[in-house]
Structures are given as C-alpha cells and as structure tokens.
C-alpha cells in the first residue's frame, strides 16, 4: 500500500497558518519507510529527485514483506489549473523495475539442517498468515499425508485441508488433554495466528522453533524460536519432503483423533444450539462460492470462521493489531482489485465503526455483506473479566440474551 499525503510547502509549517501539521513522517514505525517530495517542482532535479523519490516507494512497498509507505507531497498555490491549462507528464516516465530474486539456504545450511533432523520425531507445522498458496498446501498434504508432520491452519493461514488441523480452537485449552501432542520441533511460516490457546501451548513446550522467512525479522512468537531460515516455504517443504525420516506415528494420530471428533460433533452441536450467529454463518457458509473471498472483522465474525473448520475460500482479516476500524474498508477496497464475490462478515460495532467505507459513488455488485448483529460487541460478554464489569451494559449496549443462542 502506498499512503500519498497532500501538503502544506515546508516553510509554511509551524508559522501558525491554516491547516499545517507535522505530516513528514507522520506514521511513524507504522510503514515501512517514508518519502517526502520536493517543496516545489521548478527544476529537472526536482523532477528527477521526485521521480526517484516515488520508484523508491513504490519498489519497497512491493519487497517483501510488503507493507505500507508514505509519500508526503507539499504543495504550492495556485492548487488549480486556469482555463485552458494542461500538464504536459514525459512521455517516458522514469520506471525503476524491481526484480525479484530467490533466496535459497546454502548447501552448508542444508547440511546442517539433515544433521539436527535425524534427532526429530514430532515436527508441528504452524501456518501463520498469508494468502493462499496452493504449491505449498500440496506439500503439506502430503507430507500429512505420510504422516510425516502435523500441519496446523488457523482460516487465515489460507492452507486448510483434510490433511490439516483446523478445529484445535475447540479443544486446545483443555489442560492435560494428552502428552502425545508435544512436538520436539516447531516449524512455521507467514505472520500471525489467531488462537491464543495454541500460541500458550507452542509457548509452554520444549520444542526447538524454526522459522522460515525469505526477508526482514523474524518474530519469536512463540518464545521458543531457535532458528531463522531466509528461503521461501515451498524450497524448504520440497527438501524436507527428500530428507525427513520417518516419524511418530501415535503423535499424528492424537492430532488428529482429535480433529476428527470436533469435525464428527459439530454438526450435532450446531443442530442443538438452535438458531444464532454460530449456525447462521455456518449455513450462510454453505452458499458462498468456493472461487471467493471472505473479509472477516474482529472480533467474533473470524472467531466463528474459524471454529467452523476447512474453508477453501481465501479468508482476509485485519490482524496484528485486530483493529474493528478498517475491516468494510479493506473489504470494500478488494471489491476493486478482482471480479471473484467478496462477502465481508462482520459484527454491528466494527460495521458500524467504518461505515465510512460505504460512502462513495462506485457500484460493488460483487460485495456481499453479513451482519451479526448482536447490539454491542459480543465477544466482552464472553471473555473473563469484561463480562462481569458493571459497565457492561451502559457503555456497550449488550443484548441481554447473548450468548444463550450462538
Ligand atoms: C479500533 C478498535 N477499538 C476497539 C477495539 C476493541 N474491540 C475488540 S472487539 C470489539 C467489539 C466488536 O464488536 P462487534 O463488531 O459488534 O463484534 P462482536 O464482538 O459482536 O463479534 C472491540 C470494541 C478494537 N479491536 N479496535
């Protein structure tokens, strides 16, 4: 994403004039670099010194990881063209092509890697956020399907399958549930995941934690990360595909015993819990088209997808901060950029929040909306410590019914 600001020339700013503030580098740690343009265009150095300013943007908002950069732009009266006016842009506009490369792990990295493997039988594959990646989702499956990891997919993870854990939210914060899911090496990959009750249980393992990572810092999440591997995912699963021996078994099979009795009860508790939120998104689920996208708001709207197993839609979801302040924009901004159905869930606060991103005269005849509309932000009736503050019902309007019915 590129931030472009329009502002005030620079020697206007702090003189007590109309609309000046303190924009150059406004955003703080919050992009990931920030430009700001020439006060005035005269010269062919400006043009070039903007033309370069703006290359540079652009390349490092597309470098991996990608993230968002700020181009500040003053600007001098008059601000409108007079009659008759045109700009006249170059022909040739100055384009800085960036290449991508392939950063692959040395042979000695390699070696090194085979070498602690061979002490490995319990490796547990977290997939943190990213978008879908079908080259990779097939050598997960079949590395499952070998029995040879155990690969976990929150629903933003975008890599579920019937190979994969995806129901773990339902269970994973029972205490002592089994002492065969302890892995003896974590491997992961892309950003966040979104249950708590596994990120405390990689936390409170012994495991070694590797994290695989073609670019930038990688984040020690899980408390446990001992080593870093700056290679693309798909390079590493392909080598661990020829190089893993074989592992145990009773470690795969508690996973997924698991799994596979969340997935055999949860249409028995859908069907008793009678009609709310949960069985509503659950039967909506069920008419959006597989070849789509799901935009979901936090907090309960990517919570249920996420309890609700496998998708094999692309789900999108602002986490990090986990923000309820963009998520009709984000999903109203994708509207844009494919023709595929985009179907933004979300609860009435984070709707409500944002209805800005509604505002504007461009038709979205492929946006779809769901709104679990429980009057207030449900998710504080149901975590410990919100629910029994006196506040609750004044300052957010909670229907006094809820949860009895999701
Ligand atoms: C900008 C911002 N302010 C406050 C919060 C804290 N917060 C998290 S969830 C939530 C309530 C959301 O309510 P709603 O959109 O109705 O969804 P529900 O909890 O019912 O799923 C709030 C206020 C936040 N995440 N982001």
New binding site residues.
């Given amino acids: 994403m590129l931030v472009i600001t329009a502002d005030r020339p620079n020697e206007w700013i702090d003189q007590y004039d109309g609309q000046t503030i303190f924009q150059e580098g406004v955003y703080g740690n919050h992009v990931k670099g920030s430009f700001q343009f020439p006060n005035s265009i005269g010269t062919e150095d400006d043009s070039w010194l903007a033309a370069r300013l703006s290359n540079e943007a652009i390349n490092l908002s597309k470098k991996f990881p990608c993230g968002p950069v700020h181009l500040n732009i003053p600007l001098k009266e008059p601000f409108y063209p007079t009659d008759g006016e045109s700009i006249q842009f170059p022909e040739k506009p100055c384009i800085f092509n960036q290449h991508s490369s392939n950063v692959q792990l040395s042979d000695e990295s390699f070696a090194k890697l085979k070498n602690r493997l061979d002490g490995v039988h319990r490796i547990l594959v977290i997939v943190g956020q990213q978008r879908p990646n079908l080259e990779i989702l097939t050598l997960l499956n079949s590395l499952s399907d070998r029995h040879q990891v155990v690969f976990i997919s929150d629903c933003i993870g975008n890599m579920q399958s019937d190979k994969s854990i995806t129901f773990h939210d339902h269970w994973l914060g029972i205490p002592q549930l089994s002492s065969n899911l302890e892995p003896d090496l974590i491997i992961s990959f892309g950003k966040s995941i979104i249950s708590k009750a596994l990120k405390l249980f990689l936390r409170s393992t012994k495991a070694s934690h590797w994290h695989i990572q073609e670019d930038g810092n990688a984040k020690d999440t899980f408390q446990r990360l001992t080593r870093i591997l700056p290679t693309h995912p798909k390079a590493f699963f392909k080598w661990l595909t020829e190089n893993l021996q074989p592992q145990n078994l009773e470690f795969y099979q508690a996973w997924h015993s698991f799994e596979l009795k969340v997935k055999n009860e949860l249409p028995k508790v859908l069907n008793r819990v009678g009609f709310g939120e949960y069985s509503a998104l659950h039967a909506a689920l069920q008419a959006i088209p597989k070849l789509s996208k799901i935009h979901a708001?936090?907090?309960?709207?990517v919570r249920y997808l996420n309890f609700l197993g496998a998708r094999e839609q692309e789900v999108c979801c602002n986490r990090g901060t986990?923000?309820?302040?963009g998520s009709s924009s984000t999903a109203v901004g994708c509207t844009f950029t494919t023709k595929e159905l985009v179907t933004l869930v979300?609860?009435?606060?984070?709707?409500f929040y944002d209805r800005n991103a509604f505002w504007h005269n461009y038709a979205m005849p492929n946006l779809r909306i769901i709104l679990?509309n429980?009057h207030?932000?449900?998710?504080f009736r149901i975590i410990k410590g919100p629910n029994e503050q006196p506040e609750l019902e004044e300052f957010l309007k909670l229907n006094k019914n809820y949860p009895l019915n999701i």
């Fill in positions: 708001a936090n907090s309960m709207s986990s923000g309820i302040d979300t609860g009435d606060l984070a709707f679990l429980n207030g932000g449900g998710i």
